[in-house]
């Protein structure tokens, strides 16, 4: 199995949480100890239906589902506080950054993502991976975010690549829809996230 660049495409678009980087098990690490802490249980399952969207989508859906009177943004605040601490525990997916190194200089690359910029730059400073992207687009910096395209249009507006050529790597449902409605390339990663015997293209 191998992870390809599309021969149709003149620019790269990669997610981070899940894509580049596999915080997953820190995210979900997080949410627990913020519910603990609220006395409430995180019920996981929310993670796979929300992969990709913004954490006050997060907070708001337990909010929600556990009557909780505390404000969605201080549930947000207590949750980026706890999964920053914990910031050293996010390794690299390392198929996608294999293939996203081996384009660099090559391409135009871009991240975008659901997570606030201070999260986007502090997981890529920890996977030392924050100088290879130009363009980062995150939760900050669009009104509407996945599924809806704008989070990958003003990345490939940013690089002045239209975005039938654009090639998205997702593993976040929210995320593919995102691209698909933007009329990029996708790439669902998950399968070589999983499998540690992929490999990228030579």
């Given at each position: ?17 899940g ?13 627990h ?5 609220l006395?409430c ?14 954490t ?29 601490r ?7 997916h ?9 384009a660099?200089?090559?391409?135009p ?30 939760a ?14 003003k990345?490939?507006e ?31 990663v ?6 540690p015997y992929?490999v990228?293209?030579?």
């Open positions: 199995m191998k992870l390809e660049i599309h021969p149709k495409a003149k620019a790269l678009i990669f997610d981070l949480d894509t580049l980087s596999d915080s997953l098990p820190v995210h979900i690490a997080s949410w100890s913020v519910c603990k802490k006395n249980t995180f019920d996981e399952r929310i993670i796979a239906e929300l992969t990709g969207a913004p006050i989508s997060f907070a708001e859906r337990i909010k929600s589902e556990q009557n909780l009177s505390l404000d969605a943004g201080e549930i947000v605040e207590m949750k980026q506080l706890e999964f920053w914990n910031i050293n525990n996010i390794k690299p390392d198929a996608v950054i294999g293939l996203m190194k081996k660099h200089g090559k391409i690359m871009a991240v975008g993502t659901g997570a606030s910029r201070t999260s986007a730059m502090l997981q890529m400073k920890e996977l030392k991976i924050d100088h290879l992207f130009d363009f980062i687009v995150t900050d910096d669009v009104d509407r975010h996945k599924p809806e395209p704008d989070t990958f249009l990345c490939a940013m690089m002045k690549v239209d975005p039938e050529y654009c090639q998205v790597f997702e593993d976040g449902e929210l995320g593919m829809q995102a691209a698909l409605t933007a009329g990029m390339l996708l790439t669902d998950r399968p070589f996230v999983t499998d992929a990228v293209e030579k």
